[in-house]
């Protein structure tokens, strides 16, 4: 069996994509997703002039080789735009296996370790009461998880909170220029946990909370977070401090015993290395588009495995349903899998171009039984969605410093 053609497909159903389309000369081709939120470009050309020549005529069942081909081969290792391309090549050809054999994914990767994976959806709002109802919601429809994000009084765009939009998709789909925000560690530390407080108070402490701090905090603010939200047993803090050092979790844990979760823009497990070796964090999140592929990410499982860490991984609307789908193929395999992000079905648009079944059952995702990953693509559809050039925000103090966003 040959690899025949590599197609790198760029389109915007609401938000941008970027897709790759591996066939071969026996009619079987597989699809990985290759999106990079505010960067999809630079992957795609990655892709198309460096990628695909290499690609031509080898065995697309060689999985492993063809991982180290493209991490060791290219000298240059490692990054989000590396780690992307070959984490799209990798889903596909992982697709193809399962094709050509006729399994779903997680059978081949070892089989079903749960009947079910259990996911967090997302409760936002621009108030505590607005917050607290949609929680409601979720906890009505089933969901064992939900994650919090509210609006922080006076203070201009806050991270995860729909600033009126009611979809989810369309919020990071169109914006010609990165827009910016405001952040205050003050007004965030003196309100947040009075959201919990009040989310404990009405729901009770069945429900798993979660939280996502989006990086804004030092190793010694987060320690003090998470120390006041210990009342309400948070299932985990995520991304309280960016991990470039990643001692900082170390100083967070001395005093806190609120679980810590880190992980969505990581590329490789070295990314983690330190961090899961001293049990520095309790769920690691790193994506199998963002994380170089299937390959990897069972790599990084057995080893998180081996130090009491779970796999969590990132499951924002910029990951494409490809993605969505390899998660849960990993999820179900992985012994050691703790929850999966989940922010809902796509659009019309996005139904549209991705041709998928997700199944949800009292708040899990159920595993897909198609061979392979249990996804397709239309391809004339994505024709009508044309690229659209699109930032993430950017976030700086109230006095214009730079932040993280
Ligand atoms: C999350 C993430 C996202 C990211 C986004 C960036 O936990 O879901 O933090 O909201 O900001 O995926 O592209
Ligand atoms: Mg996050």
Same mark, same amino acid.
């Given at each position: 069996?040959?690899?025949?053609?590599?197609?790198?497909?760029?389109?915007?159903?609401?938000?941008?994509?970027?897709?790759?389309?591996?066939?071969?000369?026996?009619?079987?081709?597989?699809?990985?997703?290759?999106?990079?939120?505010?960067?999809?470009?630079?992957?795609?050309?990655?892709?198309?002039?460096?990628?695909?020549?290499?690609?031509?005529?080898?065995?697309?069942?060689?999985?492993?080789?063809?991982?180290?081909?493209?991490?060791?081969?290219?000298?240059?290792?490692?990054?989000?735009?590396?780690?992307?391309?070959?984490?799209?090549?990798?889903?596909?050809?992982?697709?193809?296996?399962?094709?050509?054999?006729?399994?779903?994914?997680?059978?081949?990767?070892?089989?079903?370790?749960?009947?079910?994976?259990?996911?967090?959806?997302?409760?936002?709002?621009?108030?505590?009461?607005?917050?607290?109802?949609?929680?409601? #919601?979720? @906890? &009505?429809?089933?969901?064992? +998880? $939900?994650?919090?994000?509210?609006? !922080?009084?006076?203070?201009?765009?806050?991270?995860?909170?729909?600033?009126?939009?009611?979809?989810?998709?369309?919020?990071?789909?169109?914006?010609?220029?990165?827009?910016?925000?405001?952040?205050?560690?003050?007004?965030?530390?003196?309100?947040?946990?009075?959201?919990?407080?009040?989310?404990?108070?009405?729901?009770?402490?069945?429900?798993?909370?979660?939280?996502?701090?989006?990086?804004?905090?030092?190793?010694?603010?987060?320690?003090?977070?998470?120390?006041?939200?210990?009342?309400?047993?948070?299932?985990?803090?995520?991304?309280?401090?960016?991990?470039?050092?990643?001692?900082?979790?170390?100083?967070?844990?001395?005093?806190?015993?609120?679980?810590?979760?880190?992980?969505?823009?990581?590329?490789?497990?070295?990314?983690?290395?330190?961090?899961?070796?001293? #049990?520095? @964090? &309790?769920?690691?999140?790193? +994506? $199998?588009?963002?994380?170089?592929? !299937?390959?990897?990410?069972?790599?990084?499982?057995?080893?998180?495995?081996?130090?009491?860490?779970?796999?969590?991984?990132?499951?924002?609307?910029?990951?494409?349903?490809?993605?969505?789908?390899?998660?849960?193929?990993?999820?179900?395999?992985?012994?050691?899998?703790?929850?999966?992000?989940?922010?809902?079905?796509?659009?019309?648009?996005?139904?549209?171009?991705?041709?998928?079944?997700?199944?949800?059952?009292?708040?899990?995702?159920?595993?897909?039984?198609?061979?392979?990953?249990?996804?397709?693509?239309?391809?004339?559809?994505?024709?009508?969605?044309?690229?659209?050039?699109?930032?993430?925000?950017?976030?700086?103090?109230?006095?214009?410093?730079?932040?993280?966003?």
């Amino acid at each position: 069996m040959k690899i025949t053609n590599v197609k790198v497909l760029v389109c915007r159903p609401g938000r941008n994509f970027v897709t790759v389309k591996i066939e071969t000369d026996e009619g079987v081709y597989g699809i990985g997703d290759a999106t990079l939120n505010g960067r999809e470009m630079a992957v795609a050309a990655y892709l198309e002039e460096h990628i695909a020549p290499c690609l031509i005529g080898k065995d697309p069942l060689q999985i492993e080789d063809v991982w180290q081909y493209l991490f060791k081969g290219a000298y240059w290792r490692k990054g989000p735009v590396t780690m992307t391309a070959i984490g799209a090549v990798d889903m596909a050809l992982w697709d193809i296996f399962g094709k050509v054999t006729n399994m779903p994914v997680y059978q081949l990767l070892g089989g079903k370790s749960r009947h079910g994976v259990t996911v967090y959806a997302h409760a936002n709002g621009e108030s505590i009461e607005e917050v607290l109802t949609n929680l409601g #919601q979720f @906890i &009505d429809q089933g969901y064992k +998880a $939900v994650r919090l994000q509210c609006t !922080i009084p006076n203070q201009k765009g806050t991270y995860g909170t729909l600033e009126g939009k009611k979809n989810y998709y369309e919020l990071q789909g169109n914006r010609p220029l990165p827009p910016e925000n405001e952040w205050c560690t003050r007004k965030y530390m003196n309100f947040i946990p009075e959201l919990f407080k009040q989310a404990r108070e009405q729901f009770g402490y069945d429900i798993e909370l979660l939280h996502d701090v989006h990086s804004r905090l030092t190793p010694i603010e987060a320690a003090k977070l998470g120390k006041m939200l210990e009342p309400y047993d948070l299932m985990f803090l995520e991304d309280s401090v960016t991990a470039d050092n990643q001692q900082g979790y170390a100083q967070i844990r001395q005093h806190t015993t609120t679980p810590l979760a880190v992980g969505e823009i990581f590329n490789t497990v070295w990314d983690a290395k330190e961090l899961i070796e001293t #049990q520095s @964090i &309790d769920y690691i999140r790193t +994506a $199998v588009s963002h994380g170089g592929g !299937i390959t990897p990410m069972r790599k990084l499982s057995d080893f998180a495995a081996m130090h009491h860490v779970r796999m969590a991984p990132h499951g924002a609307p910029d990951l494409s349903p490809i993605a969505t789908m390899a998660h849960l193929h990993i999820n179900t395999w992985a012994p050691n899998f703790g929850i999966q992000e989940f922010v809902g079905f796509g659009t019309d648009e996005i139904n549209e171009v991705f041709k998928y079944e997700l199944n949800i059952k009292n708040g899990m995702l159920l595993p897909s039984e198609a061979p392979g990953l249990g996804v397709d693509i239309d391809e004339e559809a994505m024709k009508k969605y044309e690229y659209k050039r699109s930032y993430l925000p950017v976030s700086r103090l109230e006095d214009g410093t730079l932040w993280n966003w």
